[in-house]
């Protein structure tokens, strides 16, 4: 096999291998992978330092999710009401980070948001719609 010289980082392999790594990157490393010796290798002496218990700080933030956001938080994003530091912060680890527990948040309760807005639309159509029909009779 050719050895390629590496653009992954020790914290994007580690990543990869705790499977949070957004999976654009993920893709990358599994193609590379097929090509580069020296980067199985490296995947390889990082699974054996965590087999033997030793771990970084990253990679301990990482599988305790140390940083997502509570859901708390994430809905105060999402109405736009958190102060401007805490607010860059959820958009770095979004964009800059691409955490996928942070962005499976976002996602979810921007979902349940729309899914909610969509009901009180339908209630308040439905509640007019019978609503018009009692006034009518209380004219007559």
């Known amino acids: 096999m050719k050895l390629v010289s590496s653009p992954f980082t020790d914290a994007e392999l580690e990543a990869y291998l705790d499977e949070s790594l957004d999976s654009t990157r993920a893709t990358e490393i599994e193609?590379?992978?097929?090509?580069?010796?020296?980067?199985?290798?490296?995947?390889?002496?990082i699974n054996s330092r965590r087999d033997a218990g030793v771990h970084t700080l990253g990679e301990i933030w990482r599988r305790n999710q140390?940083?997502?956001?509570?859901?708390?938080?994430?809905?105060?994003?999402?109405?736009?009401v958190l102060e401007d530091e805490q607010a860059d912060y959820i958009k770095f680890r979004m964009e800059e980070l691409k955490c996928p527990f942070t962005v499976a948040l976002y996602d979810d309760l921007l979902a349940r948001k729309n899914e909610s807005a969509e009901l009180s639309a339908s209630r308040r159509e439905k509640f007019y719609k019978t609503s018009a029909g009692f006034l009518k009779k209380l004219d007559d």
Request: net charge negative; no cysteine.
């Open 66 to 80: 140390i940083g997502v956001p509570t859901a708390e938080v994430m809905g105060n994003y999402l109405l736009g």
């Open 31 to 45: 193609e590379a992978i097929k090509g580069d010796e020296n980067l199985l290798q490296r995947l390889s002496v």
